[in-house]
T-cell receptor, first 114, second 114 residues
Framework: EAGVAQSPRYKIIEKRQSVAFWCNPI?????LYWYQQILGQGPKLLIQ????????DSQLPKDRFSAERLKGVDSTLKIQPAKLEDSAVYLCASSLGGTEQPQHFGDGTRLSIL | GENVEQHPSTLSVQEGDSAVIKCTYSDSASNYFPWYKQELGKGPQLIID?????GEKKDQRIAVTLNKTAKHFSLHITETQPEDSAVYFCAASKASGGSYIPTFGRGTSLIVHP
């Protein structure tokens, strides 16, 4: 089966600019996650969708970050305006849904803020 | 919220030796514990997982143990090979809204010397 697809792989922007990331989960996976991974740290959950509804977004900085999952399939994560501390890898993952289901990760988008 | 501590942060072994990585968690409601391997430039890949009703699980050279009373779980890799070199993450997950919310440790960089 095809894995989780993410684009772009790399993005360089200046602070205060905006950026968007795209994720296409594995077909049939109801749950989609966006993570932020800062260099040398584990992934930190930003937002979790179950179909097109938000399950948890408690760690999403809502003043600058937004995410949507239209029609319960693809998802986009947006940052506006970007700050230097947003430099990180943004990972998307999906799972079948329900409890105790493993997540399948994409290879991420590496964001650098100048 | 959940807090996951992972040790050591770096582990260097000779090929053929065993490697052990330990994690502790704080929330007794966590009931699913996956381990991920992350290679440079790639997303985390699930290597083994354990559920709270099981004390030990083994898959070839990899095993995981869980002590719910002490709230700790460990990854054991035997007969290590250079291709095992990567960053390993543990996670503790609990059910929420029909899905589960994972919290990751900070990762262990495993280096296997030929």
């Amino acid at each position: 089966e095809a894995g989780v697809a993410q684009s772009p792989r790399y993005k360089i922007i200046e602070k205060r600019q905006s950026v968007a990331f795209w994720c296409n989960p594995i077909s049939g996976h109801a749950t989609l996650y966006w993570y932020q991974q800062i260099l040398g740290q584990g992934p930190k959950l930003l937002i979790q969708f179950q179909n097109n509804g938000v399950v948890d977004d408690s760690q999403l900085p809502k003043d600058r970050f937004s995410a949507e999952r239209l029609k319960g399939v693809d998802s986009t994560l947006k940052i506006q305006p970007a700050k230097l501390e947003d430099s990180a890898v943004y990972l998307c993952a999906s799972s079948l849904g329900g409890t105790e289901q493993p997540q399948h990760f994409g290879d991420g988008t590496r964001l650098s803020i100048l | 919220g959940e807090n996951v501590e992972q040790h050591p942060s770096t582990l260097s072994v000779q090929e053929g030796d065993s490697a052990v990585i330990k994690c502790t968690y704080s929330d007794s409601a966590s009931n699913y514990f996956p381990w991920y391997k992350q290679e440079l430039g790639k997303g985390p890949q699930l290597i083994i997982d354990i559920r709270s009703n099981v004390g030990e699980k083994k898959d070839q050279r990899i095993a995981v143990t869980l002590n719910k009373t002490a709230k700790h779980f460990s990854l054991h890799i035997t007969e290590t090979q250079p291709e095992d070199s990567a960053v390993y993450f543990c996670a503790a997950s609990k059910a929420s809204g029909g899905s589960y919310i994972p919290t990751f440790g900070r990762g262990t960089s495993l280096i296997v010397h030929p």
